[in-house]
């Protein structure tokens, strides 16, 4: 089974060869339908990087994601390098948060910090958690909203 992300991205491909106005309404009905879709699957998975380049600084991490329903996912997102100008590439793997939930109980690990701590799911504020994770995290731990 391919996963809907490697799906989309092929019919993406697909839709940006066309015309223009025709890709990126192609686009747009691709992301509304997958955004659709996401909510219906009993499982999935993906894996991704991310980089983010500022003058002189390039960032580079590695994520990867499992979901299942009803609610029980893994989340794992760790750097991989981090270059300032030639030959100075400096490795970043020590950054590394994990987060997962199983049975509805949510669970962070931060690496760096060197901290794990539990959030029950009454009285947890588990959304503040997921949101405080967002900037650790080049913003891929939370769902993308328009």
């Given at each position: 089974?391919?996963?809907?992300?490697?799906?989309?991205?092929?019919?993406?491909?697909?839709?940006?060869?066309?015309?223009?106005?025709?890709?990126?309404?192609?686009?747009?009905?691709?992301?509304?339908?997958?955004?659709?879709?996401?909510?219906?699957?009993?499982?999935?998975?993906?894996?991704?990087?991310?980089?983010?380049?500022?003058?002189?600084?390039?960032d580079?991490?590695?994520?990867?994601?499992?979901?299942?329903?009803?609610?029980?996912?893994?989340?794992?997102?760790?750097?991989?390098?981090?270059?300032?100008?030639?030959?100075?590439?400096?490795d970043?793997?020590?950054?590394?948060?994990?987060?997962?939930?199983?049975?509805?109980?949510?669970?962070?690990?931060?690496?760096?910090?060197?901290?794990?701590?539990?959030?029950?799911?009454?009285?947890g504020?588990q959304?503040?958690?997921?949101?405080?994770?967002?900037?650790?995290?080049?913003?891929?731990?939370?769902?993308?909203?328009?």
């Open positions: 089974m391919r996963s809907p992300a490697v799906v989309s991205t092929i019919i993406l491909l697909g839709a940006m060869c066309a015309e223009p106005s025709a890709a990126q309404s192609g686009t747009e009905d691709i992301l509304a339908r997958s955004i659709a879709l996401y909510p219906t699957l009993a499982s999935y998975a993906d894996t991704g990087t991310v980089v983010r380049e500022a003058p002189g600084i390039v580079r991490w590695k994520f990867a994601t499992y979901f299942r329903n009803p609610l029980d996912f893994y989340f794992d997102f760790q750097g991989v390098t981090s270059q300032s100008g030639p030959g100075t590439l400096m970043t793997s020590y950054h590394r948060m994990v987060l997962w939930m199983i049975k509805g109980e949510l669970q962070a690990f931060n690496k760096q910090l060197r901290t794990h701590e539990t959030i029950p799911r009454e009285g504020n959304v503040a958690v997921l949101q405080g994770a967002k900037a650790g995290t080049a913003g891929t731990s939370t769902p993308w909203k328009r």
